[in-house]
Each structure stands twice: as C-alpha cells, then as structure tokens.
C-alpha cells in the first residue's frame, strides 16, 4: 500500500541576479537553523523587502513558503494602530533590527531564528470529547504551527510591552528578540512557551 503523500514546503527557485541584503544592512549568508524540525519551515531566501503583495494568501500552507521577516511584519499588524499599515510594520521590523545589530553585535537575522526556535512549544494540549466529557490530552505540536505560534508570540511580547512603557515599539521588538534569543525567562514568548509545556506534562 502506498504511503500518503505529505505536504511540505518548497523553496522558491533562487533568483538569477545577486539580490542585496535584507533592507539593504542584513547578510543572508552565514544564518543558520539548529533545529532541523523547524529548518523547512522557516523560509530565510534572499529577499530584499519581505513584502509579497498577499501572493500567498488564499493558498494551502502558504503562510509556510513566507519569508520570516515577512511573517513577523504580519503579525506586528495585531496591534491597534498598526492594523492594515504593512509598510509601518515592516519599517518598524528594521528599525528594530539596527537596534539589534548596534546593541547585540550580532545579525538580527540569526537572532530572530534563534528566538523563534527557544519561543517554539514541542508540546500543547487538546481536549478529547468521551461521551459527554471533555478530557485535555497533551500533544505534540506541528513544526509549522511552533513556527507560527513563536512569531505571534514574539510580535505579541513586544506589542503588549509597548503599552506599558514610553519606549517605542520598535524597541520593545528589539528587547523581545534579544530576549528570547537566550532563552531568557522574562521574554514574553518564552514564558509563554514554557507555561503551554507544563500544562501539557500535567496533561499527559
């Protein structure tokens, strides 16, 4: 009997001109992936403005062929006033990667994964129907929907920090990134992580 098919994403051919770095700052070369359930889902080809103009809205998982970048401006759009300003989002993204680049030394890019990759839950909870009860079970979680749940908490992290302070948001993006970059405790996407973890040890 033949095995089902599984979908998976597939990189974009890459182009036959050299492109810049990202916003014109950000090298594409030497970023890596240490986690290789994650590696085919976070897109990083050479782009030069994570804009694709909804080229993939509407399809099949094709939130899953979006740059990262991209996906992050997507998500900075949950906000009040950023609701439907792509291009504020998105130049709020760079200004937040320069900060990261003057204060961590480091590639915001590379940092941006690493977050992803400490911010992503391995395992979350359902809730199974028997009869006329519902029952958590502990799950474990798709690598397209950690991706996707990493960046919204991270884009979230940073919104919701925002509100509380005068610093501008694009600050508070750059403090979220560093954080969850190492992992750190008081990075809001990184809590989160860790509290969807325990409820589903508790619920296994």
Known sequence: ???PSVLRPVAPPPPSFNLPPLFGQFP???VEVHDPGLAPYLFLH???SPHTEGKLAGRPFGKAQMHLVERLA???MRGGKF???KAKAVNTVRLAFEQLAKQQKENPLQLLVNAVE?????EEVTRLQFGGISVPRAVDSAPSRRVGVAI???AMGAI???RKSTTPIAGCLAKEIALAAKGDQSSYAVGRKEEAERVAQSAR
Do not use: D
């Open 1 to 3: 009997m033949a095995e």
């Open 28 to 30: 594409f070369e030497g």
């Open 46 to 48: 050479p782009i030069y």
């Open 74 to 76: 997507n998500q900075m």
């Open 83 to 85: 609701t439907g300003k």
């Open 118 to 122: 400490n911010a992503a839950p391995r």
């Open 152 to 154: 919204r908490n991270i």
């Open 160 to 162: 919701q920090s925002s």
